[in-house]
DNA sequence: ATGTTCCATCGTAATCCACCGATCAAGCAT
DNA sequence: ATGCTTGATCGGTGGATTACGATGGAACAT
């Protein structure tokens, strides 16, 4: 009863299953629009953004966006390669894998029918 | 090259595609670790569930475990039914697979050999 | 050394969040 | 009506977040 590779089945394959409380500040990290709104920028200059870069686009401060960039940072979604003057940021895919099996198995918890819709297209 | 059905395919289906601050505010509430846990206290009592149970599995105070109940019902991932003297809690599925929905697709957006991590074992 | 650019960090104000005890309305008894 | 239970909401406190401008250190030039 499971035609294709479901949520599922890609949740065991990470080493760490990930406590409700990593899942949590992850959630916190993504829960706020801004921050979304640099990952997104972050992913369409693949590996070649740094902050002055992010700042152009956002109407903030500096700063703040520095600010919000070490949220993200601390959250392990994005890593940071220093390079001469400046530093380089990108989308940290192993921590978006993790985070994609530690939400499936999150929803699975709570709605298996809902965490594998695949199999009831209804 | 898609085997599986994959996120992507979950993605297409619900009405509205869900704003950045939607998204936001609904990671903001899974964003502390009892409320995850609530979630899961309702998951497993299926229907069934009202404010005082919640409260007798989380040595926390009745009023701070409402508090919780309504950050998760205004971010609609729980539904308040009102049933004599006291009210019921259910997970809302509905919600649930919007979320599911809205989530592959900012992963997609994010890192799309992520999201559709089935295509690619290795 | 002097300057320039980049940006993390500091200091600060305003706002928000998590928690608590206390209260109060609603339902159901008696 | 009187009382009991349930739970939402109020008021308050302490700590975190969000925003900003200002500072300062690192890397590269000159």
Known sequence: MSPGVSRASIMRRQAAPMRDDDIANIMRALGHPVRLEILRILASQQGQCCCGDVT?????AQSTVSQHIKVLLDAGLIERKAQGTRNRYC?????LGEL???????????APLVASKEAEPA
Chains 1, 2 share one sequence.
């Open 56 to 60: 152009e686009s956002l109407t903030l």
């Open 100 to 110: 994609n099996s530690a939400f499936g198995g999150l929803l699975e918890g709570l």
């Open 91 to 95: 989308i940290s895919h192993d921590k």
